[in-house]
């Protein structure tokens, strides 16, 4: 290599590394997919604004931002900040780009339409810092930005555990400042209707209100021995939807139908399969309650709830649940037989998705689109569900519905998207927040793509985007909604915005610096942190037909591994009855899955526990063959960590596979 090819190589390394150094300056998330940095700072005392017409919303945002940091913002003829929307940048911004054009005399921020200004004051935000002498200070920058997906949502389940407006207000704000644009709200199930429907007041009145909570799991006997009640008026409603509005966020509610239907069952028994009285559940699960889909009277009843729910939300979108239903009282419903037989229906699923499809021909006729949880394909997805139909489905989803896939294989996604669907990618085992840090940690969540591997490239702008969903059953108070959700709504904000090319976690987790401050009460860092020394390990422990199953079915003990492991964050030696891996039976299917951070090139040895409540002190041990190979001399589990990521599969009281 001559000289002078070294010198320019020595000052490319250079500048790579300056170029590093300068963006690692940039705390922002969602990171942009478009910016340059330039070597000069902007100092204002006061931002002058000019504003294009439509723009009001922003610059009242905007002075609502800089009020928290005690700077200025007025109207001005002689600004040092202009918003101007361009109509000629819609073809390379959308709805939701933005440029941001920062010198040291002004600001610039353009866009197409009102939400790519919103999104531009966002990440100008995140950029600013004030100085001792109580100035803004602004890196120069251009950024040309725009979302990789439209779909950027984070649901709530209120109908578990209901929160109340302020938390709604809250999450409404921290999306915002992350660029998320879809709240899901999950406002009808099983344990709980909350949304006043003027036409069935019973629904609120009665199905609003459980006298009682299940803890300690869907299979646990204990009782919080309090009922448990809220809901939303329609004028309260009202005012969260404007109130999002100007946030640039759609609210997309969620009515369940027609299994996880047992609150409106409650209130007006003849909509259920069974026509009987029942109280709201207070237990959680899959439950066995179905509307009577062969009743015009329960049609009725839905499209009138939908013509409320269609007044009240201008999302254009209504989703409608459709997951885990349990056919079990249509299979023993003679009028459902008849129902099949007159209809020409094979199975329960065609039922299902007769059923959708004329809910989807009613929201249609509305002007809005119908959307669900991909259990509306009519495809078994569940364990439980092994077995229960033996015919081929001969009724097919219509084509309009927006498919919310959460579970199932790639071939089923990709099934969906070849019919012509358009998908929101929310996997449960990537995307679920009620999971724990140890199932779905920060980088796991990080490094999801909605993207599935396989699909034509032609075919991609079906998958429209992601959802983060925070499932309420285990979270009765708003600390526990918070230390679910934080950090990790951050990663899937990221994945939404910044492209999968553009993604790097380390840097994110730098950024992480710039947010947290907005998330009082929340965890940083101390879960769900990446260790490059370290591994995932996912443990899948199967207690079918083991003697110890009864009682942890019955909620009563719970199933754990213990041992001795390395803390991935201050590298000291701890035992996992302290911390153990906790086994979830996710699925109901009797294998209980956990997953624990463990050092690459070591050994770990542990044991299965169960205990009641965790309790280390009365603990029974779960012991393995002792034959097998994989024991220690004191008869404990002992495996050998590599460097790729690891499954530990094995079946209570055998041996590992």
């Known amino acids: 290599m001559t000289y002078l090819k070294k010198k320019i190589l020595i000052l490319s390394c250079l500048f790579c590394l300056l170029s590093i150094q300068v963006s690692a300056q940039l705390n922002l998330i969602p990171y942009p997919n478009n910016i340059k940095v330039h070597d000069a700072t902007l100092e204002l005392k006061k931002l002058k604004v000019s504003y294009d017409a439509g723009l009001k919303n922003e610059f009242e945002t905007l002075q609502k931002l800089m009020s928290t940091l005690n700077i200025n913002v007025e109207e001005s003829k002689h600004a040092n900040i202009e918003l101007l929307l361009v109509e000629n940048k819609y073809k390379d911004l959308g709805n939701e780009g933005y440029n941001l054009e920062i010198n040291t005399n002004k600001i610039e921020v353009s866009a197409a339409k009102p939400a790519g200004i919103f999104y531009a004051l966002q990440t100008l935000m995140q950029l600013q810092t004030i100085s001792k002498k109580g100035k803004l200070l602004i890196p120069c920058v251009s950024i040309e930005d725009n979302p990789a997906f439209k779909w950027r949502a984070f649901m709530l389940d209120e109908s578990r555990h209901f929160k109340g407006k302020q938390v709604v207000f809250d999450m409404l704000d921290q999306m915002a400042k992350l660029k998320m644009n879809i709240f899901h709200w999950h406002l009808t199930d099983d344990q709980g209707w909350r949304i006043e429907i003027k036409k069935y007041p019973l629904l609120t009145e009665v199905g609003s209100i459980r006298n009682n909570t299940q803890i300690n799991g869907v299979k646990s006997d204990k009782r919080t021995g309090e009922p448990h009640s809220g809901f939303y008026t329609q004028e309260e409603i009202k005012e969260v939807i404007a109130y999002a509005q100007t946030k640039h966020i759609t609210i997309i509610p969620e009515?369940?139908?027609?299994?996880?239907?047992?609150?409106?069952?409650?209130?007006?028994?003849?909509?259920?399969?069974?026509?009987?009285?029942?109280?709201?559940?207070?237990?959680?699960?899959?439950?066995?309650?179905?509307y009577n889909v062969t009743n015009d009277r329960v049609y009725t009843f839905i499209e009138d709830v939908l013509q409320e729910v269609i007044n009240l939300f201008p999302s254009k979108i209504v989703h409608i649940?459709?997951?885990?239903?349990?056919?079990?009282?249509?299979?023993?419903?003679?009028?459902?037989?008849?129902?099949?037989?007159?209809?020409?229906?094979?199975?329960?699923?065609?039922?299902q998705i007769s059923f959708t499809n004329k809910v989807s021909n009613f929201i249609e006729s509305k002007g809005y689109r119908m959307m669900g949880w991909n259990d509306i394909l009519g495809e078994n997805l569940h364990q439980w569900r092994e077995g229960e139909e033996k015919e081929e489905n001969n009724q097919k989803l219509a084509e309009s519905a927006i498919v919310h896939f959460w579970k199932g294989s790639r071939e089923l996604m990709l099934s969906a998207i070849n019919k012509g669907h358009e998908v929101v990618n929310s996997t449960h085992s990537y995307t679920y927040l009620d999971y724990d840090f140890n199932s779905i940690s920060l980088d796991k969540a990080y490094g999801f793509n909605p993207i599935p591997e396989g699909i034509d490239t032609a075919l991609e702008k079906n998958v429209i985007g992601l959802g983060c969903q925070m499932w309420s059953e285990w979270i009765?108070?708003?600390?526990?909604?918070?230390?679910?959700?934080?950090?990790?709504?951050?990663?899937?904000?990221?994945?939404?915005?910044?492209?999968?090319e553009n993604k790097n976690f380390i840097r994110f987790q730098q950024n992480l610096e710039t947010v947290k401050a907005n998330w009082e009460?929340?965890?940083?860092?101390?879960?769900?942190?990446?260790?490059?020394?370290?591994?995932?390990?996912?443990f899948n422990v199967n207690m079918n037909d083991s003697p110890y199953f009864k009682d942890i079915q019955g909620g009563r003990e719970f199933l754990t591994l213990a041992g001795t492991f390395t803390n991935s964050h201050s590298?000291?030696?701890?035992?996992?009855?302290?911390?153990?891996?906790?086994?979830?039976?996710?699925?109901?299917?009797?294998?209980?899955?956990?997953?624990?951070?463990?050092?690459?090139?070591?050994?770990?040895q542990f044991i299965l526990l169960k205990s009641p409540e965790g309790s280390w002190d009365n603990h029974i041990k779960i012991p393995a063959d002792s034959s097998c190979e994989n024991l220690s001399s004191d008869k404990n589990y002992k495996v050998n960590i590599k460097e790729d990521h690891l499954k530990i599969d094995f079946t209570a009281g055998k041996c590992l596979n």
Do not use: C
Request: zero cysteines.
């Open 476 to 500: 009765p108070k708003v600390s526990d909604l918070y230390r679910q959700v934080f950090p990790r709504i951050a990663a899937y904000a990221e994945v939404g915005w910044t492209k999968n």
């Open 255 to 290: 009515i369940e139908m027609p299994g996880h239907a047992s609150a409106a069952i409650a209130a007006y028994p003849w909509l259920g399969t069974l026509d009987e009285p029942i109280e709201v559940p207070g237990t959680f699960g899959i439950l066995p309650n179905i």
């Open 571 to 604: 590298g000291a030696k701890e035992h996992w009855h302290a911390n153990g891996v906790t086994l979830t039976d996710y699925d109901y299917d009797g294998i209980y899955t956990g997953h624990r951070l463990l050092p690459k090139n070591s050994t770990v």
């Open 321 to 351: 649940g459709g997951d885990e239903v349990k056919f079990g009282q249509w299979k023993n419903d003679k009028d459902i037989s008849d129902y099949m037989a007159k209809n020409n229906l094979n199975t329960f699923s065609d039922v």
């Open 521 to 538: 009460n929340s965890p940083y860092f101390i879960q769900g942190s990446s260790n490059p020394d370290y591994v995932d390990v996912v």
